[in-house]
């Protein structure tokens, strides 16, 4: 692009910060959070859960691409919240012979489900939890309200 009048944007973002988030098609979080690309990284899964995956992400993010601080944001009327772990296992098991070697991430109660991912990230010893931060998002009236963990 360099020369059609686009400046380069670094790999590192500019504000050192990492969004792990839910893959929710409602949550616009650039917007939402009035940001720019090159601004953030942004890891989305199923829940915004701390997976072995956002985990790695987080690793690379923080130790080659120069992130410190991480928000994690959950939000309002998930999908997560409308099914049972253990019967969609049951049925999984039934359909394919087996149960899924990982947890769906149902909930029921999106403030504790924040808390339990902030408090799974800071006990891991790959991510640097010096400013991990727990959010919801309220996908009707774009509202963010931190959830406090501590």
Same mark, same amino acid.
């Given at each position: 692009m360099a020369g059609h009048g686009h400046r380069e944007l670094s790999t590192t973002p500019r504000l050192h910060l990492a969004v792990l988030t839910c893959m929710d098609s409602r949550l616009d979080l650039f917007g939402a959070l009035g940001l720019d690309l090159g601004e953030v990284h942004l890891i989305r899964n199923a829940g915004g859960i /701390? +997976?072995?995956? %956002?985990? @790695?992400?987080?690793?690379?993010?923080?130790?080659?691409?120069?992130?410190?601080?991480?928000?994690?944001?959950?939000?309002?009327?998930?999908?997560?919240?409308?099914?049972?772990?253990?019967?969609?296992?049951?049925?999984?098991?039934?359909?394919?012979?087996?149960?899924?070697?990982?947890?769906?991430?149902?909930?029921?109660?999106?403030?504790?489900?924040?808390? /339990? +991912?902030?408090? %799974?990230? @800071?006990?891991s010893p790959f991510v640097d939890t010096t400013e991990v931060r727990g959010f919801v998002f309220d996908v009707d009236d774009g509202d963010l309200r931190e959830v406090l963990v501590d």
């Open positions: /701390a +997976t072995d995956d %956002a985990v @790695r992400s987080l690793l690379l993010s923080q130790r080659l691409l120069g992130t410190r601080s991480i928000m994690v944001i959950h939000h309002s009327r998930c999908g997560l919240e409308t099914f049972d772990e253990e019967q969609l296992q049951g049925q999984l098991e039934v359909e394919f012979g087996a149960r899924a070697p990982f947890r769906l991430g149902a909930y029921r109660d999106v403030d504790a489900d924040v808390r /339990a +991912t902030v408090a %799974a990230l @800071r006990a």
